[in-house]
């Protein structure tokens, strides 16, 4: 596509509750990049994905979250028993490589857990 | 008016003056530096980058100086309009780190 999609755009949930956040990056895009942004703060590093290598985990907060990376291109991140400090928005970016280039983001999904 | 020296949170200028946004970052292996602008409800949108072998690059209105020696990065935005209201993360990779390290963010508001 054109862009990064990420769905759902907005996605309330119960505590305890399992999510799944999906994001679709740009075509050819080899890297893709998960964060997750707090409100009124900056971008946490969760995990990202090159080619076919193994995934760089070493920014997901606990083991109730997980991402895979089917086929090289779509990416599900999902939180299991969801927590209300998970409430955040989770961005998703893609990019052509990981040497010197810059991402592409998505919208993000606003996730809140009540 | 102008800011510069320590990061700020938050900047206000007036439409037409000029805004430096900064920005400090901590690995010294870092090799690519990016300025990111983020508008209400979308995600982030790269602005302009910067290679560690360079110290300024220009783009349209922005330029970014780059400052090796005290580990220092701005953001130079000319004849500030009030699209330009956003909030602006500095981002830094080292050669072999797939991914970026992002700071805490600068709240650019202008005032008409």
């Known amino acids: 596509g054109a862009g990064v999609s990420q769905s759902p755009s907005n996605k309330v949930t119960e505590k305890g509750k399992d999510v799944e956040l999906r994001c679709d990056p740009i075509?050819?895009?080899?890297?893709l990049y998960w964060y997750r942004q707090s409100l009124g703060q900056g971008l946490e590093f969760l995990i990202y994905f090159q080619g076919n290598s193994a995934p760089d985990k070493s920014g997901l907060p606990s083991d109730r979250f997980s991402a895979e990376r089917t086929g090289g291109s779509v990416s599900t991140l999902t939180i299991q028993r969801t927590q209300q400090e998970d409430s955040a928005v989770y961005l998703c970016?893609?990019?052509?490589?990981?040497?010197?280039?810059?991402?592409?983001f998505g919208s993000g999904t606003r996730l809140t857990v009540v | 008016g102008e800011s510069v020296g320590l990061h700020l949170p938050t900047l206000s200028v007036q439409e037409g003056d000029n805004s430096i946004i900064n920005c400090a970052y901590s690995?010294?292996?870092?090799?690519?530096f990016i300025w990111y602008k983020q508008e209400s409800g979308k995600g982030p949108q790269f602005i302009i980058d910067?290679?560690?072998?360079?110290d300024k690059r220009q783009g349209q209105r922005v330029t970014v100086l780059l400052n090796k020696t005290v580990k220092h990065l701005s953001l130079q935005i000319a004849a500030t309009q009030p699209g330009d209201s956003a909030v602006y993360f500095c981002?830094?990779?080292?050669?072999?780190?797939?991914?970026?390290?992002f700071g805490d963010g600068t709240t650019l508001t202008v005032k008409p």
């Open positions: 075509s050819g895009h080899t890297a």
């Open positions: 910067i290679r560690s072998n360079m």
């Open positions: 981002a830094e990779r080292g050669t072999n780190a797939g991914k970026s390290t």
């Open positions: 970016a893609s990019s052509l490589g990981t040497g010197g280039l810059g991402y592409t």
């Open positions: 690995n010294s292996a870092s090799d690519y």
